[in-house]
């Protein structure tokens, strides 16, 4: 953070997150005594520990001075600590919103991220957050469990995805290596049965396909025309859900990103402001919110390192 065009900008930023989450008392369930946000409405009661968790553990990856890292990492443990408490016995974030099948997603995501930069995650609530997404979407029928969701299917098909990438990732890798080995024939799909064989008990290999069969059905769903357009308008909602899924396919080093990165960035170029922004139709309308999802979606090859070793 020493050297470009906006590393002060990004060291403020980043100083002003971890004021914010070091100095409420332990007991508070929320980094913020700013309440009632059209975020915190839309999305949940908890969302701003959600994304700021995101925001530490991909700084987590990042060049960092050995002070700096201990802060963040000491942040972070906070943030996951109330994502954790947060979380109810079904995986989801307790305080939801109008789409709070989003902010349990992203809770999810951040709590698979902490994981992955090296910070303890109670497994356990972690699987419960991976199962309630899963749980969302039937893959041998296509059906999408909307109630979290407003009653939108891409709200809830996206965290699905999300939630599946990484277990989908293992279980093809499983699979390849188990063929180059000659434990299974080159053209071995991916089954329970398969997963056994490659190494996997019964138990590992049943959910292992499970979640490579609803990421290979749900990535499909996700990237419907009727799907994309979710409420029927662009709100921050519908931002978040593409961004999900593009992240979804690079965690798992799906070959498709590069489609859907193409297929989407023309879709989000052309609903762009004259000024450079973008806003939402509905719901979470914020210029400043839309725009900085925007950004993230077009941007996401720049996270490809980190998200690969989010999916590891």
């Known amino acids: ?29 929320y980094i913020t005594d700013v309440r009632g946000t059209q975020i915190q409405t839309k999305l949940g009661q908890n969302i701003d520990a959600v994304l700021t968790a995101q925001f530490f553990a991909n700084m987590l990856h990042q060049n960092l ?53 090296g910070v303890n995650v109670d497994k356990e609530v972690l699987n419960r957050t991976r199962n309630y997404q899963k749980g969302n979407y039937d893959e041998k029928t296509n059906e999408v469990k909307t109630d979290d969701g407003a009653g939108v299917m891409l709200y809830a098909v996206s965290g699905s995805v999300r939630a599946t990438a990484k277990d989908a990732r293992k279980a093809e890798e499983k699979i390849n290596k188990a063929k180059k080995e000659g434990k299974l024939a080159e053209n071995a799909p991916v089954t329970v049965e ?45 931002f978040l859900s593409f961004l999900q899924t593009g992240e979804s396919l690079v965690v798992n080093k799906d070959k498709d990103w590069k489609k859907w ?45 980190y998200l690969r070793k989010v999916g590891e």
């Open 194 to 238: 398969n997963l056994r064989k490659a190494g996997y008990s019964e138990e590992e290999a049943a959910e292992y396909s499970t979640s490579y069969n609803v990421y290979q059905s749900a990535k499909n769903t996700a990237q419907q025309e009727d799907v994309l357009n979710g409420f029927g308008n662009n709100g921050g909602e519908e």
């Open 261 to 305: 990165y193409d297929d989407m960035s023309g879709r989000i170029l052309k609903i762009q402001n004259t000024d450079g922004s973008w806003n939402g139709h509905h719901c979470i309308t914020s210029p400043v919110f839309c725009t900085a999802t925007s950004i993230l979606l077009l941007t996401v090859e720049n996270d490809i390192d």
């Open 65 to 117: 001075k050995s002070s700096e890292k201990k802060r963040i990492e000491r942040a972070l443990d906070i943030c996951v600590s109330k994502i954790e408490a947060a979380t109810d016995a079904e995986g989801k974030q307790q305080g939801a919103g109008w789409a709070g099948v989003l902010q349990s997603g992203l809770a999810s995501t951040a709590l698979e991220s902490a994981s992955a930069m």
């Open 1 to 29: 953070m020493e050297k470009g065009t906006y590393s002060q900008n990004l060291q403020k930023l980043l100083n002003y997150l971890l004021v914010a989450v070091e100095h409420p008392s332990k007991y508070n369930p």
